[in-house]
């Protein structure tokens, strides 16, 4: 026997297996573009900035929100030629804003800079094992960095 319950906010269908074999009869509404509680992504049909898309992860509502909103809307309103470049000063706000908060922004830099550290001496010690033959090659192609795919089959 299907029945129906309420806890608070929700509602529980408990329904039958014979209700399940039957076909659906529900028809489905078709969704509303100026729906304000529709998700709509990040920028509304409106062009405005929807401050409710998850995509944000929080960072509009978090203790830093009025900043990060000053400094994304700066970026997203911007006409400059290089866009966002009038908004430094909104983004240091952010910054600094973000730096009293460590454990709920934590720093990317902080978790990699000890495997760059690790790294770059490891590229140090492996530097310093070329050959004198490999020296030579690589002063007369230029940096590795520089060369092309082509460029590298070439010199093979």
Known sequence: MSYCKQEGKDRIIFVTKEDHETPSNAELVADDPDDPYE??????PSGEINWNCPCLGGMASGPCGSQFKEAFSC???SKEEV?????IEQFRS???CMQKYPDLYPQ???KGS???AESGS???G???SLSEEDSATEASLGSPDSVSPADNQAAS
């Open 39 to 44: 998700e709509q992504g990040l920028i509304l």
């Open 75 to 77: 970026f997203h309103y």
């Open 83 to 87: 866009k966002g470049s009038e908004c």
């Open 94 to 96: 952010m910054q600094e």
């Open 108 to 110: 990317e830099e902080d």
């Open 114 to 116: 000890s495997s760059e």
């Open 122 to 124: 490891a590229a140090a």
């Open 126 to 128: 492996s530097s310093a």
